[in-house]
């Protein structure tokens, strides 16, 4: 896609998203619908890496919200289920070299890439899913979140959507990563490349996350360094009524870069007995 045609479409969501009275317009209708189409074919992303930091293009998730004003409900037919609802569902999966197990589902607007394998999960409109990621079962990847290459969500894994406000940036999980049974991870939070989450991690922008693989204690929040190894622990905290214990994440240690991906995943499993 050129810059220009691009520039061109951006300028009309704006230009809509100020004024909804334009939404009649057949022409407006064609915009919105061309940009949602190239967000379901990953010519556009919600959010992207520019050198070191993470982009949100807000007026694409201005497009996706105004996609909903002008899409009415409707019928959609998928043998033995019926669904009524604004959105289609992808089923192109083949010509992506895509694989879907029965009652895995993807949203049209969501981008799936070459490889990804899809179990009986969910990915909603405005995700981006890069190439050989597997998201296993029950697995949800919520509206906007943006998930590297070759990461693994495991079982019940529930990534975070996220449209409104515009300016939000949505849930990253970074090339490689693994992440755990039943993890959950929300509100714009970032997990670095390579990072292995342990089963029941919940992330996020007000959990503390705490490097204690070193004598002084790190603290970090909202973002989950590279290669991390973590696991959820507890914290005392006072309150009105006493002290009580309150959710956290504990990085253990780091994968090494030394070995493979899946060797250094066994590895790391070994050493640090994490549970997936």
Do not use: M
């Given at each position: 896609m050129s810059i220009f045609e691009k520039k061109n479409m951006q300028e009309i969501i704006e230009k809509t998203w100020n004024d909804r009275n334009l939404l009649s317009q057949v022409d407006i209708q064609v915009t919105i619908r061309a940009v949602i189409d190239k967000l379901d074919k990953g010519e556009l992303r919600v959010a992207q890496l520019n050198s070191s930091e993470w982009i949100v293009n807000e007026w694409i998730k201005k497009a996706v919200i105004l996609y909903f004003s002008i899409q009415k409900l409707s019928l959609i037919e998928s043998n033995p289920f019926t669904f009524y609802d604004k959105i289609p569902l992808k089923n192109n999966f083949k010509e992506l070299g895509v694989r879907v197990v029965p009652n895995g589902i993807a949203r049209y607007g969501s981008y799936l890439a070459k490889g990804v394998i899809l179990m009986p999960g969910y990915v909603n409109i405005g995700a981006y899913v890069d190439e050989e990621t597997m998201i296993?079962?029950?697995?949800?990847?919520?509206?906007?979140?943006?998930?590297?290459?070759?990461?693994?969500?495991?079982?019940?894994?529930?990534?975070?959507?996220?449209?409104?406000?515009?300016?939000?940036?949505?849930?990253?999980?970074?090339?490689?990563?693994?992440?755990?049974?039943?993890?959950?991870?929300?509100?714009?939070?970032?997990?670095?490349?390579?990072?292995?989450?342990?089963?029941?991690?919940?992330?996020?922008?007000?959990?503390?996350?705490?490097?204690?693989?070193?004598?002084?204690?790190?603290?970090?929040?909202?973002?989950?360094?590279?290669?991390?190894?973590?696991?959820?622990?507890?914290?005392?905290?006072?309150?009105?009524?006493?002290?009580?214990?309150?959710?956290?994440?504990?990085?253990?240690?780091?994968?090494?870069?030394?070995?493979?991906?899946?060797?250094?995943?066994?590895?790391?499993?070994?050493?640090?007995?994490?549970?997936?």
């Open positions: 296993d079962t029950w697995a949800t990847v919520g509206s906007c979140a943006q998930i590297g290459k070759h990461v693994h969500l495991s079982g019940g894994v529930g990534i975070g959507g996220v449209l409104e406000p515009i300016q939000a940036l949505p849930v990253i999980v970074e090339d490689n990563c693994f992440i755990g049974s039943r993890c959950i991870i929300v509100e714009g939070v970032r997990v670095g490349k390579g990072a292995v989450l342990g089963a029941n991690v919940v992330l996020t922008q007000s959990t503390k996350i705490i490097d204690v693989s070193e004598e002084k204690q790190i603290e970090y929040k909202g973002y989950v360094p590279e290669r991390s190894v973590v696991i959820p622990g507890s914290y005392t905290k006072k309150f009105p009524a006493g002290e009580f214990q309150v959710p956290c994440a504990l990085i253990i240690g780091k994968r090494k870069e030394s070995t493979d991906r899946k060797t250094t995943l066994n590895e790391v499993l070994r050493e640090y007995n994490v549970s997936v």
